[in-house]
């Protein structure tokens, strides 16, 4: 899988790599006084570079102010929806959707074992456990738990957050488990002891913040760590790595690398080519364009790659990339490979064509096992598998796997010696599958989702719109088969990143919202999934039309869209809602201010949403070349026009917004949402807000709250929008 972008799959900014390379699970975490009054100045058009902003104090995320603030608008905002018929039940049902122990259970292949993190009504922060693969693969394993998130938060008074284990290949012993206090992206590190199911006495221990860190060995960790003072990058994340042996002090790591103020971030990686291990680091001037480093006798070396090159694995001593830029011949999105050995002595290999995808693909993810390369690829947003070797001649041709049409495609991890892919196959309105794939092309069922709700009266569609500048737009369209009239419709888009939006099972849409779209086709209405440019949908080429100076083309995508549907007889002329999150959250800003009249409500999700300062706020300077920097004149110039939170103006009816987000998000600053709400509802706009105390950039710690949210959203649609048919 690629391990250099940092994307979550579906649509929140980047926080972590996860890596499955052999028998290698990886997990990387790298990811940001005055109170005065609560009411606007004077009106203004555009707020100028230079004004005040009058909500500067709802950015102090802890301040007792702004946390009045937040518990008046949530109380509100329950308020205004618990009479809306049907909430409760909603509520109550969501709770057992997303608590429903039938659901997929994945995890991470080590060796001839897995592991899984697993969540339900009893273990709401989770358990870590472990059972034989053999025994997973045939669906009938006996796990074992190896942590209990709730008993240690109960037991050390903290409320942990489980975000992964690194462990070290081959002999699988060790991990790293990394815990995060209320879902924030800081965490802290622990070795823990897998033969034993204890935590190592004097073992490895990272402190909380933002690092990451490899294996080197058994007794030897590479280390870029939050330590005080100047060692942060100006995005908020490590910026020096250093070598730790065990059994010393911190203060006798050597020192390997150390990068500019100015670099985005600093870490390491560390992947394994059968039984070799390789350690890497990486860091650049801004997030698509990196340096990359091989460590070799202790000493790190610079790959001669170009920086915007994005990494996606390690096979038989081929360094694999997919090309962002062209390449002599070879084309912007093709899947290429060096010969690393090379690389690592200083040397310019010529790389070699991996795969070539057609004018309608993309490669979207890589995964290596001992001896196969695997590649999940879209085709019109319809995934595909294929399955490559690489021998003295070079690449093979790539084969297709047999899997169903139509579907979305997953890593959920790979078993390295046995060279077996576990792919997960979902689409709308059928439950997801999980196969194993052999190095044959054969596949297995390993567990098959049973229904959770009656698909026979909904279909599911593709169409396309076609944008200002003529460009066509893709977008999946469910509802029911009986909704003849234009009803509401709810657009979901995220469309930034480099990252695609992919069709999921109804109850896990749209994302981090749990079953709102299957409660909203039941009720009537239309939910549709756009693939707006900016994401990686039609590869490198889709994000370059919506990065930077280009970004209005996401925002004029997104109402062709709408319009799309409102000229088909699908959504009412006054019934279009718009939903994202994240970098959605410019989208869904961007949509109410520049489209008033188009939209009616919008959902937006731990957002940003104040463009002019979004760099000074958490990790926002590292995002810096998705949309420009506005200390920059000439970036200003366009960023001014879009920056949601600067075009709300007086006197203009929006449409109604949900605004949910979490106090414990050190990604995205909590002060973007608050801030928005504050200047919307100051102007006369309805206004609907759930602030999380925990949970992080994901929103939610567990599924109650995941569930609260989806009836609430539900409530918020049906009061601000409606349908036109019978429940």
């Known amino acids: 899988m690629r391990f250099s972008t940092m994307l979550l799959a579906g649509a929140a900014l980047p926080l972590a790599a996860c890596t499955t390379m052999g028998d290698e699970t990886v997990t990387t975490t790298i990811d940001e006084e005055t109170l005065v009054e609560t009411t606007d100045p004077a009106p ?56 429903d122990p039938n659901r997929l ?17 009893n273990n709401k922060r989770g358990l870590w456990r472990i059972a034989d693969l053999d025994d997973y693969l045939a669906g009938d394993p006996e ?148 340096d990359r480093f091989v460590l070799v006798d202790g000493e790190p070396v610079k790959l001669d790659l170009p920086q915007s090159v994005e990494p996606q694995g390690v096979l038989d001593g081929q360094y694999i ?117 052999g190095s044959d092309g054969s596949t297995t069922t390993v567990q098959q989702l049973p229904e959770q709700f009656d698909a026979s009266n909904m279909s599911v569609t593709q169409h396309f719109a076609t944008s200002k500048d003529g460009t066509r737009i893709p977008y999946f369209l469910v509802r029911r088969n009986d909704v003849t009239e234009p009803t509401g419709t709810l657009i979901h888009a995220y469309g930034g990143f480099r990252a695609p939006s992919l069709p999921q099972y109804l109850v896990s849409e749209p994302s981090r ?76 800003g961007a949509g109410i201010t520049q489209r008033p009249d188009l939209y009616r409500a919008a959902i937006i999700g731990a957002p940003l949403f104040d463009m002019k300062r979004y760099h000074k706020l958490l990790a926002g300077a590292s995002w810096v070349g998705e949309y420009g920097n506005p200390d920059d004149p000439a970036d200003w110039a366009f960023m001014k026009e879009y920056s949601p939170y600067q075009n709300i103006k007086p006197g203009v009816e929006y449409p109604a917004t949900f605004w949910y987000l979490s106090t414990k998000d050190d990604r995205v600053h909590p002060g973007h949402a608050r801030k928005g709400a504050a200047r919307l509802e100051a102007y006369g706009n309805d206004v609907y807000y759930r602030e999380n105390l925990e949970g992080g950039h994901s929103v939610s710690t567990d599924q109650e709250a995941n569930a609260v949210r989806a009836a609430l959203e539900w409530a918020f649609m049906m009061k601000e929008v409606g349908t036109t048919a019978p429940e």
């Open 105 to 121: 259970v994945t995890g991470s292949v080590i060796g001839d074992k897995v592991l899984n993190h697993w969540q339900d009504e």
């Open 321 to 437: 990339a997919t090309l962002v830029d062209p390449l002599g011949d070879f084309r912007t999105g093709d899947l290429v490979s060096w010969d690393l050995e090379a690389l690592a002595r200083g040397e310019t290999p010529a790389p070699k064509l991996v795969m070539r995808p057609t004018a309608s693909q993309a490669v979207d993810s890589v995964a290596t096992t001992d001896n196969k390369l695997w590649i999940t690829a879209l085709d019109d947003v319809s995934g595909k598998l294929f399955i490559l070797d690489h021998g003295e001649d070079g690449w093979t041709a790539p084969g297709v796997i047999d899997l169903p049409d139509n579907s979305t495609l997953g890593f959920a991890a790979a078993s390295g010696k046995r060279d077996v892919a576990l792919v997960t196959v979902s689409s709308m309105l059928q439950p997801t599958t999980l196969y194993a794939v």
């Open 44 to 99: 203004v058009e555009v707020e100028s570079a230079d004004q005040e902003d009058p909500y500067l104090w709802l950015e102090e995320i802890e301040g007792e102010a702004a946390l009045a603030q937040v518990k008046e608008w949530n109380a509100e905002t329950e308020a205004k929806l618990a009479d809306v018929p049907g909430v409760e039940e909603r509520a109550e049902r969501a709770r057992k959707i997303l608590n």
């Open 513 to 588: 919202s749990g079953p709102l779209a299957l409660f909203w086709v039941e009720s009537g209405g239309a939910y549709v999934l756009a693939n707006i440019r900016g994401g990686g949908e039609y590869g490198p080429a889709w994000h370059e039309a919506a990065l930077r100076e280009k970004r209005q083309n996401s925002f004029d995508d997104l109402a062709a869209v709408a319009e799309d549907l409102i000229a088909r007889g699908v959504a009412r002329a006054d019934g279009v809602a718009i939903s994202g999150r994240s970098n959605g959250g410019v989208l869904t």
């Open 143 to 290: 796990w074992t738990t190896l942590i209990d998130v709730d008993a240690l938060s109960e037991e050390e008074g903290e409320a942990w957050v489980w975000h992964g284990a690194n462990c070290l290949a081959p002999a699988y012993e060790r991990c790293l488990v990394s815990l995060s206090p209320g879902g924030s992206d800081a965490d802290i590190m622990r070795e823990f002891d897998l033969t034993t199911g204890t935590w190592v006495e004097d073992g490895f221990m990272v402190p909380l913040g933002k690092s990451s860190v490899a294996w080197v060995d058994e007794d030897t960790l590479l280390v870029a760590k939050d330590e005080g003072g100047d060692s942060l990058t100006e995005s908020g994340y490590p910026r020096t790595a250093k070598l730790w042996t065990r059994g010393t002090d911190w203060s006798e790591a050597r020192q390997i690398l150390d990068v500019e103020r100015e670099q985005v971030w600093l870490f390491p990686t560390a992947l394994m080519d059968g039984d070799k291990r390789w350690i890497f680091l990486q860091s650049g001037p801004d997030f698509f364009n990196q």
